[in-house]
């Protein structure tokens, strides 16, 4: 069976038809968007991984029993057996997305005119000469020499004297900054044109030469709907980008961040080796890296944040780093943007707080989907140590315990809390699901998965208790 990972750089499922409700567990509710979602965003075991109705069963039975684990364990449970860095961490990623939904995202339209003009250069590959220079008095020179009719080999070999003049292929669905897909895929371009300088964020000039291009035609209709499609997609992510850039610009407005050299390259040290050594032994020797948690670590908007503190934040909102397979030598920068994205975090985390995200609906139903999936599994390592299993052993042989130990201790449960669990079968019937395996997650946020995985408690399909209802 083919498996599909699918990259969602945002993810938002408002899908009123599918929010019906598919179970009642007590205090606890199952609705049909869970059910698909659950059973289609993470790879479900062999077991039930088809669309019948046997399967759809085991599904059901399963998010039945991850809940009642949940519940039965959730009463002997205190601070020090349950971390709520993850729990929180979850919590305040859903918070800003939320907010920058309803505040930032929910108000980009992409014009159909628009689309229909870049579907027309589309189609296009450029193969591009292009100098990266930094802003300062030598790009200024290269801009008067271009101003004054010099060519771009006459500057890149006689004044700048490379060896070689920089190419590069860019297509219009690569991932290049907005400024760059702007000039090049917004009017038509002559071969040998040079394209007014480009000014990126990161203090750089950039100057692009169209060497020529390739272009791959629309022959069908079919052809030409999907491009159209793609073509939306691309420019809603565009404008999605300019609109986060924008609404974190203002947030940040007039507030000033600096860091303590010789801790912050002693944390970097600290967590490039973490990175780079997959067994955590003495070969990362981290008594050569001594870093007090008292020791300044940066300071925010006039406020001095310790290692301590910085190492607390990074308990719930692990780093994310912009770039993968970051070579040693740009460690030390890509470090540095992990940790402006995470302070820039905060900052939401702050503003979504004040105006009450934490307590929208959405927001609650994730955190209590990831709690009680964190809750079941506690449950379930507690139950296999009473049986000396561990859960690694259990995750190699779960089919063999289940027929042994756990399906039988899940049925207890469900005859236990019987006459609290209410089931929408009629809605279960209708549910159609893939058979394609399939893990989605979100780009660029400390927390990529979009549910927990798929709970391996029970493969069996029989509900013989509870109660049916119609909600």
């Known amino acids: 069976m083919k498996k599909i990972i699918l990259n969602l750089i945002f993810f938002s499922i408002v899908l009123s038809e599918n929010n019906n409700v598919l179970v009642k567990v007590k205090d606890r509710v199952i609705t049909k968007n869970d059910f698909i979602k659950r059973a289609e965003y993470t790879i479900r075991p062999a077991y039930c991984n088809s669309d019948n109705t046997i399967h759809k069963k085991i599904i059901l039975n399963s998010l039945i029993a991850e809940k009642l684990m949940a519940i039965e364990i959730e009463p002997f449970m205190t601070d020090e057996n349950l971390t709520n860095d993850f729990l929180i961490g979850i919590k305040e990623q859903k918070m800003r997305e939320v907010m920058l939904d309803e505040k930032v995202y929910q108000s980009i339209v992409v014009e159909d005119e628009i689309v229909q003009r870049h579907v027309l250069y589309s189609t296009k590959t450029y193969d591009l000469n292009f100098l990266s220079l930094y802003n300062d008095s030598l790009s200024v020179n290269v801009l008067n020499q271009i101003q004054n009719g010099k060519s771009f080999s006459e500057i890149c070999f006689d004044y700048l004297k490379l060896e070689e003049i920089p190419k590069k292929k860019v297509g219009y669905f690569d991932e290049i900054e907005p400024p760059i897909h702007d000039a090049l895929f917004s009017k038509d371009l002559d071969k040998n044109e040079i394209i007014d300088p480009i000014y990126l964020n990161n203090d750089s000039v950039l100057l692009l030469q169209v060497e020529g291009w390739t272009n791959s035609p629309l022959i069908t209709k079919e052809d030409r709907e999907a491009q159209i499609d793609k073509v939306k997609e691309a420019l809603y992510m565009k404008e999605y980008n300019k609109a986060f850039k924008k609404y974190v610009a203002q947030l940040m407005k007039g507030l000033n961040l600096s860091f303590f050299e010789e801790p912050f390259y002693k944390l970097a040290d600290k967590h490039y080796a973490n990175l780079t050594i997959k067994d955590n032994n003495d070969s990362m020797d981290e008594k050569n890296i001594l870093l007090s948690p008292s020791d300044p670590f940066l300071t925010f908007n006039n406020k001095v944040y310790t290692v301590e503190d910085i190492n607390k934040l990074i308990s719930k ?66 139950f296999l140590k009473d ?83 119609s909600f």
């Not at 139903?365 to 990831?370: H, I, L, N, P, Q």
């Not at 998965?449 to 709970?455: A, D, K, L, M, N």
């Open 387 to 469: 049986r000396n299993f561990n859960i690694d052993e259990y995750n190699e042989t779960y089919l063999s315990v289940m027929d042994s130990d756990l399906n039988s201790y899940i049925d207890s449960l469900k005859q236990k809390y019987s006459n609290e669990i209410l089931i929408n079968t009629d809605l279960l019937d209708s549910i159609k699901l893939t058979r394609i395996d399939l893990y989605a997650y979100k780009k660029g946020v400390p927390y990529p998965f979009v549910v927990p995985s798929f709970p391996i408690l029970t493969n069996k399909h029989t509900i013989d208790f509870g109660q049916k209802a």
């Open 317 to 382: 909102h692990p780093l994310t780093y912009r770039k993968d397979n970051i070579p040693e030598p740009e460690f030390y920068l890509q470090f540095k943007y992990a940790l402006v994205d995470l302070i820039r975090d905060e900052k939401l985390n702050e503003e979504s707080y004040i105006n009450e995200y934490d307590k929208h609906l959405d927001v609650i139903k994730e955190y209590e989907m990831f709690k009680d999936a964190s809750l079941s599994i506690l449950h379930l390592k507690a």
